[in-house]
């Protein structure tokens, strides 16, 4: 099964802020790629796939880059609406597999 | 536009079977755009993949959960549809059901608790 490692477990930074979230897969996965935002007592809601495509009605301040094993998603400038856990997740394998998560919030 | 909703489950008692199925709308699930997919978040923890199911019946599980687990479609209703035996209180989740095509397309979940 492939593995993702997500880093940090945990951010907290001003609004106005860029943030950078990293997903490592164990084995290469192409573009195969998606991120998840998600909310307390919300299904995941997808911003980007295939590992830098965003989502239709995503805000432009998340982007996602990488390819093969290392990914990111940014966060060009943090916004109290982006107080979220984030997951990546691959798709590359039919057992999908998913990072354990990301929280962030406002300093 | 294409929707999906889970069934209810609500409380099981240990050694129970889950019967879960997910409505379509906004797409067929025999028209091979997608793959449909089961997965499942216990409280304040991360998610799971079950398990998927392709419109020929072609299906693939999780190896962890591959013993109890069962995904079938039926055509008629539109649905698919997730059957997991023997709970534990270990399966208590929110489960969600999920098409994967062009975009991944999720339900809003389902909580089914498991207690005796």
């Known amino acids: 099964d492939i593995q993702m490692t997500q880093s940090p477990s945990t951010l907290s930074a001003s609004v106005g802020d860029r943030v950078i979230i990293s997903c490592r897969a164990s084995?290469?996965?192409?573009?195969?790629l998606a991120w998840y935002q998600q909310k307390p007592g919300k299904a995941p809601k997808l911003l980007v796939y295939k590992a830098s495509i965003l989502e239709n009605g995503a805000p432009p301040r998340f982007s996602g880059s990488g390819s093969g094993t290392d990914f990111t998603l940014t966060i060009s400038t943090l916004q109290p609406d982006d107080v979220a856990t984030y997951y990546c997740q691959q798709y590359k394998s039919y057992s999908r597999s998913f990072g354990r998560g990301t929280r962030v919030d406002i300093k | 536009q294409l929707q999906l909703q889970e069934s209810d489950s609500g409380l099981l008692r240990p050694s129970q079977n889950l019967s879960l199925s997910c409505s379509v709308s906004?797409?067929?699930?025999?028209?091979?755009?997608?793959?449909w997919h089961w997965f499942r978040q216990p409280p304040g923890q991360g998610l799971e993949w079950i398990g998927y199911?392709?419109?020929?019946?072609?299906?693939d599980y999780n190896s962890s959960l591959r013993s109890r687990v069962t995904l079938s479609l039926d055509r008629s209703r539109n649905q698919f549809s997730l059957k997991l035996t023997s709970l534990t209180a270990a399966d208590t989740a929110v489960y969600y059901c999920?098409?994967?095509?062009?975009?991944?397309?999720w339900g809003h979940g389902t909580l089914v608790s498991v207690s005796s």
């Open positions: 999920v098409a994967e095509g062009p975009s991944p397309v």
């Open positions: 084995q290469s996965i192409g573009i195969w």
């Open positions: 199911i392709y419109h020929t019946g072609t299906t």
């Open positions: 906004g797409a067929s699930i025999t028209g091979g755009s997608h793959s």
